[in-house]
């Protein structure tokens, strides 16, 4: 059973940055692929970004490519999101997840099997 722990969301202010944390316990971090979804107040859950086992691959949603980095480091069992230039729009509550490292559909939420408390991200106008 993997636990994962987000950590680093705030408020900030429109342009800004911010960088989320998400450590993992219980299970061999290299044998899952990461995933960052967020869900605004009264949407859906929606995909946000993805990272590889082994860190090759990233995959983004539109709305944040050129903007987020996803990153991981796998001896400190941790992954990352770098936000940029953050907009109003990007707040939400940022959940990070694991996937079996086979999975190849990280962009679809039903794929995951662990998933993290939530972080809020609030950014003002």
């Known amino acids: 059973q993997v636990q994962l722990v987000e950590s680093g969301g705030g408020l900030v202010q429109a342009g800004g940055s911010l960088r989320l944390s998400c450590a993992a316990s219980g299970g061999t971090f290299s044998n899952y692929n990461m995933g960052w979804f967020r869900q605004a107040p009264g949407k859906e859950r929606e995909f946000v970004a993805a990272?590889?086992?082994?860190?090759?691959?990233?995959y983004y949603a539109d709305s944040v490519k050129g903007r987020f980095t996803i990153s991981r480091d796998n001896a400190k069992n941790t992954v990352y999101l770098q936000m940029t230039s953050l907009k109003p729009e990007d707040t939400a509550v940022y959940y990070c997840a694991a996937a079996s490292w086979r999975e190849r559909r990280l962009t679809t939420m039903e794929k995951y099997d662990y998933w993290g408390q939530g972080t809020q991200v609030t950014v003002s106008s």
């Open positions: 990272i590889s086992w082994s860190g090759a691959d990233t």
